[in-house]
């Protein structure tokens, strides 16, 4: 007997599923988005005015290490080579980031070997603190006050709305130091992006004889009795419509201007000063180097506080935030049939690739297991 799911979301994380689920056979998906589009926030869109492939929520580069999720994106799209790299404005000059050997010899007028550099980064760093707490702890005790102030404190404030003081030591791990020339800001094995953009992906992933797309329609938990399963997207406590209160998250704001030639030569930009009041700006024409364009289109980006009405972007996931994603997590156990998956509905930071890999992992589990002892979380949000 074929069995009917309903997928809330039509982003990486609901496509996969979708589509994994949809290839056996044994199941009919109904995938609900809510906006008029697929893809989520990782949503393309080919610019009219100046033929610029636009990523609408902020830049996507893909990037894995995972074999795997590279062969499953590679089959829904060709993919153009492409090596993030990103400029960083400060009080003292621009310079490259991740910091790197160039960045630390240019920022303190040195030419010093791997070696040489690593050395005085650690003489830089706070001994007196032994073990970091907060972000600005692990900053100030691995790099120092100078890197810090430069490159992080004032950026740090304005992408999360809180004193870094407040931001767990685990975020500064995402940006490295190397100590060579390496100015790739990722170290995956696999980069790019696709020559058609993110949306034409999930379409193609989608395209299955068992999968319906129904677009501009959310999904009513209310509704949830009529499907054998349900895998939800959408942030965890809109689902018990924020009965128990409010996840807190970021959200991101841009403000569009056009131009003609090279804007400011590189696809991102960040502005690391606090007095800036943009994180970064982004020009998207960059992000297609296969392509050739007259205009260019760019957007100054500002994060701010998601209030009800606003796109979530990152989970800000505070100490109070993580005590009320408990109390959500217990009411989730009792729930059946029901499976909360990506970003939102784990409350977790994650790049697409982790959101595909998660997807393509918990799929198979399903498949391996009776629909009674289905997971209720792609992956544990604590």
Not at 22 to 41: C, D, M, Q, W
Not at 106 to 133: V, Y
Not at 196 to 207: R, S
Not at 286 to 304: D, G, L, M
Request: with cysteine; charged share 25%.
């Amino acid at each position: 007997m074929t069995k009917k799911i309903a997928i809330a979301g039509a982003g990486f994380a609901g496509a996969v599923v979708a589509r994994e689920l949809a290839e056996t056979g044994k199941y009919k998906i109904v995938v609900f988005e809510s906006r008029p589009h697929l893809a989520g926030n990782c949503h393309t869109e080919r610019d009219a005015p100046t033929g610029v492939m636009v990523h609408q929520y902020g830049p996507h580069i893909f990037h894995t290490s995972r074999e795997d999720v590279w062969a499953y994106v590679n089959r829904f799209a060709k993919f153009g080579p492409y090596t993030n790299r990103v400029k960083a404005v400060t009080n003292r000059g621009v310079f490259s980031l991740p910091i790197n050997l160039l960045t630390i010899n240019q920022f303190f007028g040195k030419t010093f070997n791997p070696e040489e550099a690593r050395e005085f980064i650690g003489s830089l760093g706070d001994s007196s603190i032994e073990d970091p707490k907060t972000f600005e702890d692990q900053a100030l005790k691995f790099l120092g006050r100078d890197l810090y102030d430069a490159f992080f404190y004032g950026y740090t404030k304005k992408q999360w709305g809180v004193e870094p003081t407040e931001l767990p030591a685990s975020i500064l791990s995402r940006l490295p130091v190397r100590f060579n020339y390496d100015d790739n800001y990722y170290t995956s094995r696999y980069q790019g992006i696709p020559l058609e953009g993110y949306t034409a992906i999930v379409e193609k992933i989608l395209d299955h004889e068992n999968i319906e797309v129904q677009l501009g329609e959310k999904f009513d938990p209310a509704f949830k009795d009529q499907f054998d399963h349900v895998f939800w997207s959408g942030p965890i406590d809109a689902y018990y419509n924020f009965e128990l209160g409010r996840l807190q998250y970021r959200s991101l704001q841009f403000e569009r201007f056009d131009a003609t030639g090279d804007h400011q030569g590189n696809p991102v930009i960040n502005y690391c000063e606090a007095k800036v009041p943009y994180t970064r700006i982004t020009e998207h024409k960059h992000f297609a180097p296969w392509e050739q364009h007259e205009k260019t289109v760019c957007f100054k980006e500002y994060s701010k506080l998601a209030e009800p009405h606003d796109t979530p972007y990152y989970p800000l996931r505070l100490q109070k935030d993580k005590e009320l994603l408990r109390e959500y997590m217990d009411r989730i156990q009792g729930e059946p049939n029901i499976t909360f998956i990506g970003r939102l509905g784990t409350y977790r930071y994650l790049d697409m690739h982790v959101v595909i890999g998660e997807s393509l992992d918990l799929a198979k589990t399903c498949l391996e297991k009776s629909q009674s002892e289905w997971p209720k979380f792609s992956a544990s949000p604590l």
